[in-house]
């Protein structure tokens, strides 16, 4: 009885913490939620730390996934993400069998580490655990499933995977998404901005405003140079393969209205980039002034790209992780 008890006064803790700072318009390290997450964090190590198979073939660690989940929220709540890299760290060291535990308590996981995934620009990974939590949500639960969906979306538009009108129209997303869609489909970079800014609250509530304003451009002018690219072909406008520098800066003036100055050191450090980011085969002669692409797949679909990644210490990092714990401790006390 004792681990269904530690969970539900875990809930209690965090709800109260979360009321208290927003009626006492609490701050900084004032706010009540960092003396929960310095709780939650000591029920987490202890539960973890148990191997006593407990009384009646129950473990302590039967609530670990649970107070993991209340943790997080609180580490979303307060903005100290980063701390959540000790907890996943630790877990995986653990040699805990996520998938033995109830299925709700996996999705709000895998919700959680979907989230800290996105912020930490691993997408690949990020879209594996927000699918997950989408997919094994119940249909009834739609406001969390519309939840999940604020975050798969982003991350799916930065992998060239679009949802379809039907799910945008389902969850209430239509509004938010469709004509952004359509200004990626389209290379409109423009247009696509003007998506972004109308839309900022919805967009920067869920961190997404600034990952996509940042990584959707290389996106959309990968459209934009392919859509020029396409017309050549059809035209029978010179070799196929060979892009003018001055076509390609037309259309990108075109899809970028007077977002940039479009000249020739920005259309080619633009051809550069998309060609070392995998987006275009081929390569730049400065002094003709064209870019060679490949005569075959020479826009390769966004899906199959391999992202660049960074490469984690992740023995560093705990350890650089754990020091920062310790001092916002010492602070806090």
Known sequence: MLVPLVVNLSSILVSYA????????????????????RLLSRVFNTMLADRSGAENGRSKREGIISLINFTFKVYFKLDTVRMCQTMIANLQKSGVDIEQYPIGQQVTYQFYLGRYQFLQNRLRAAEKCLLFAFTRCHA???????????????????LGQFPS???LVTYDLHQQ?????DALKTGNYARCIAVLEANFGFF?????????????PVLLWRTALKKMHVLRCQMNNGAPNVLPLADCAMALQISMKHHEDVDADFVENVIVTLINQGYIKGYVHHRRQIAVVSKMNAFPKISNVHLTTEIYDEELEREHLAFMEEQDAMAMG
């Open 165 to 167: 009108h039907n799910l």
């Open 140 to 158: 009834d639960y739609w406001h969390n499933k519309r939840l999940i969906l604020k975050y798969l979306i982003p991350t799916r538009l930065l």
């Open 204 to 216: 920067y509530a869920t961190a997404a405003y600034e990952f996509l304003l940042e990584r959707l």
């Open 177 to 181: 998404y469709a004509e952004l869609i």
């Open 18 to 37: 979360f009321h208290t700072d927003a009626v006492l318009a609490l701050d900084g390290k004032a706010r009540k939620a960092n003396a929960a997450a």
